[in-house]
């Protein structure tokens, strides 16, 4: 293997000959350990969106395979969607709120649901990803309970801290909005 540290990527001989595999340091479940030029590597092979041949799930030898904590899922997060979503269906049964409410915080988190599906499909084979940001336009647009339930139950994006941070930052404005609808303002808006 040649290695450039700086660029974080590099290229792969395969041992039984063929073309120089290129590998991406994200491509290294475990990071601790930074490869090197002249190390021997274990790898599976995919191709990019540009169908070049590159290397995923790479494992230096001697480093033992990253264990992907699979967890359990944190029961209270996906409660407190579960209850903010009966929250907004008694609101509208209890308050008047017109039902396309409730229908558009489930439709919403639905499709955030499964946006994070497919960002977690595609982190995983290597391809193009949808951006941080627009996960959280999805969030602060309804889909946070769907945000939520994803994380626990897909265990995608549950270490990165400034992501949840942000996602909380959304939640609560997101929260608040729902509060201002039952204001008078709200509910001339809604009109």
């Known amino acids: ?3 450039k540290d700086k660029k974080g990527f590099g290229f792969i001989t395969p041992s039984d000959g063929g ?3 290129f590998v991406h340091i994200n491509a290294f479940k475990n990071r601790s350990h930074r490869p090197d030029t002249g190390e021997m590597v274990t790898y599976s092979v995919t191709k ?3 169908g070049r041949t590159q290397a995923v799930n790479a494992t230096l030898a001697g480093d033992k395979p990253a264990k992907m904590s699979a967890g359990k ?3 209270l997060a996906v409660t407190f ?3 903010f979503l009966l929250l907004v269906g008694l609101s509208v049964f209890v308050t008047g709120l017109p039902f396309m409410v409730l229908g ?6 639905t499709f955030t649901y499964f946006a994070y599906a497919i960002d977690k499909s595609s982190a995983q084979a290597g391809h193009w990803r949808i951006s941080e940001n ?3 336009l999805l969030a602060l647009g309804g889909g946070w309970p769907g945000a939520l339930v994803a ?3 897909l265990r995608h994006k549950t270490k990165k801290g400034s992501f949840r941070i942000v996602l909380w930052i959304v939640i609560l404005l997101n929260c608040a909005g729902f509060v201002w609808l039952h204001t008078a303002a709200g509910q001339a808006f809604l009109r």
């Open 19 to 21: 073309h120089k595999v």
């Open 1 to 3: 293997m040649t290695w």
């Open 73 to 75: 899922p944190n029961p």
């Open 134 to 136: 627009a996960l959280h």
């Open 151 to 153: 994380q626990q139950v």
């Open 81 to 83: 969607a579960g209850l």
């Open 104 to 109: 558009a915080y489930l439709f919403i988190s």
């Open 48 to 50: 990019d969106a540009q």
